[in-house]
């Protein structure tokens, strides 16, 4: 996260995505200031271990549901120096009910070490809901921690796939078509012109976003070392290799320019094993971020289709579904930068949100950086689980795919 200095007596601090999706705008009432964030996505160490049928490549089609209740609880630290008239902004996380996915928030609370005077919620300038906490006098030069739980029910449909939305697309409504734009992160090469050419030729939606989730699937090899960017998809078309958003960014940029909507969801996935079934009574499992840990922060795909709305993709691995280990927290235009917010302190060398003194501009930093018990997530997962195997489409060569 980067440091900008704007004038010799105040320095923004960019708020990113970091362990907790929580460090949302902290703003001193003295000084308010705009910019984007810059998030530090990392996205998950995917793997699909394919056990007896290691050697089978295409689309495993599965059936079934899948049923989760989990708990998440994330905690998060700051020092806000000699700042008066502290406001705080947190993110509210909304139910979802997708086609193929729902996420219902059963409850939510917020535990403060010091309590704020009082809050209010709202809408930010994204239209992301909020909760703005405020202290008219903060605790000079002490860590204010926030510990947020979570209690979620999760749900994945595995039933055939049902849209016969024909292509090209018409009538969209004016939400849908808001998510049409091409973004910086989501331009395509002259060179890739002649395979959306290929792709316009199947004569349904999903026979085109089929073919395009397989294509980008069969040729982009999944890379930790870009987790951090770059990310764009002109970069991981050429590249072939990608992290979560360079998966995620280069699907987006040919449903596009194909007049086929599509938004990014930001949030998280745990490590808990998910154990797929496969052809002659063979299994998979199927782990979304490093075991042992309480999983990390990663970004999907929603498609739209007219007769049945949005519909969730991750496209390393899941196609017309995601399953429950995905939590989804923000939606965004793509997965590039999440304009989140930002706090500001009038002097440059007070304590900022590290409880270490900025540097007037230029020390990359995370928030509780030198605060004891900094940002950590905590989650815990129940599930029922009653998938079964369909069958194989053999038409991917080198991957394999998980498709209702």
């Known amino acids: 996260m ?39 996505i990392a996205a998950a160490d995917q793997r699909l271990m394919v056990g007896k049928f290691i050697k089978t490549r295409g689309t495993i089609l599965l059936g079934g549901s899948m049923h989760s209740k989990t708990t998440m609880t994330m905690t998060g630290a700051f020092s806000v120096g000699s700042a008066q008239g502290l406001s705080w902004q947190l993110p509210l996380t909304n139910s979802l009910s997708l086609n193929g996915y729902s996420e219902r928030v059963d409850s939510f609370s917020f535990k403060f070490n010091h309590r704020p005077d009082s809050f209010r919620d709202t809408k930010d300038d994204l239209g992301l809901a909020v909760r703005v906490f405020t202290w008219a006098n903060p605790p000079q030069h002490q860590a204010i921690r926030v510990t947020e739980t979570l209690h979620l029910t999760l ?34 090469p002259s060179s890739a012109n002649g395979l959306i050419k290929q792709f316009k030729r199947k004569g349904s939606e999903q026979a085109v976003v089929d073919a395009v989730t397989n294509w980008v699937a069969a040729h982009t090899r999944y890379d930790r070392s870009v987790i951090n960017g770059p990310y764009n998809a002109a970069w991981v078309f050429r590249n072939h290799r990608a992290a979560c958003t360079g998966y995620d960014n280069l699907l987006a940029g040919f449903l596009r320019k194909l007049g086929i909507p599509s938004r990014a969801e930001q949030g998280w996935v745990e ?56 939590i989804g927290l ?75």
């Not at 949302?24 to 000084?31: F, I, M, R």
């Open 330 to 404: 923000i939606t965004t235009i793509d997965a590039g930068e999440v304009p989140l917010g930002q706090w500001s302190v009038d002097d440059p060398g007070a304590s900022g949100a590290t409880g270490a003194p900025l540097s007037n501009g230029s020390t990359e930093i995370l928030p509780a950086d030198g605060l004891p018990g900094g940002s950590v997530v905590k989650i815990s997962t129940k599930d029922s689980t009653h998938f079964h195997f369909r069958g194989l489409k053999k038409d991917i060569k080198n991957t394999i795919l998980l498709s209702r």
């Open 271 to 326: 490590p808990k094993q998910v154990v797929v079934p496969g052809p002659n009574g063979s299994k998979a499992t199927l782990t979304w971020s490093v075991p042992r840990t309480p999983g990390e922060l990663h970004s999907w795909l929603d498609v739209y289709f007219p007769d049945v709305g949005w519909t969730p993709f991750d496209p390393q691995h899941e196609k017309f579904f995601v399953d429950t280990r995905h």
């Open 2 to 40: 980067r440091v900008e200095s704007m004038r010799s007596h105040r320095t923004i601090f960019l708020a990113s995505v970091v362990a907790l999706v929580l460090v949302l705008p902290v703003t001193s009432a003295q000084v308010r200031a705009t910019g984007h964030a810059r998030p530090r």
């Open 155 to 188: 749900g994945a449909d595995l039933s055939p796939f049902p849209s016969s939305a024909s292509y090209p697309l018409h009538g969209l409504s004016g939400e849908a078509k808001h998510y049409l734009k091409m973004t910086p992160n989501l331009r395509l």
